[in-house]
Nanobody, 126 residues
Framework: QVHLVESGGDSVQAGGSLRLACVASQYRYRPNCMGWFRQAPGKEREAVGSFLTYADTPYYPDSMKGRFNISQDSAKSTLYLQMFSLKPEDTAVYYC???????????????????WGQGTQVTVSS
């Protein structure tokens, strides 16, 4: 079992930046893969990016490259999502996810992740 808690969601103006954090706890073995997903009202959940924790390697879908950066503080069991140049279309609930998978980490499929946080709201106004 892995317990995930996201924080850092806020309301910001377009063009602004925001950093989300996800703290993982209550695990016996640290998840090999952690990721960020988002879901806007009326839309399907989409991948923002994932992170192979033991290799310090991020993966991003093409649509997210350039404005989003995933990093970790392994000592704090925390995964970060730094977002730049935010747009109103970035408005969504952002979820942290985790699993032990390795080879599939870069596939960015939400179905591959067993553990999920409760989500944190990001609202970008124009």
């Amino acid at each position: 079992q892995v317990h995930l808690v996201e924080s850092g969601g806020d309301s910001v103006q377009a063009g602004g930046s925001l950093r989300l954090a996800c703290v993982a706890s209550q695990y016996r073995y640290r998840p090999n893969c952690m990721g960020w997903f988002r879901q806007a009202p009326g839309k399907e959940r989409e991948a923002v990016g994932s992170f192979l924790t033991y290799a310090d390697t991020p993966y991003y879908p093409d649509s997210m490259k350039g404005r989003f950066n995933i990093s970790q503080d392994s000592a704090k069991s925390t995964l970060y999502l730094q977002m730049f140049s935010l747009k109103p279309e970035d408005t969504a609930v952002y979820y942290c996810a985790a699993d032990m998978l390795v080879e599939g980490c870069g596939s960015l499929k939400s179905d591959d992740f067993r553990y999920w946080g409760q989500g944190t709201q990001v609202t970008v106004s124009s």
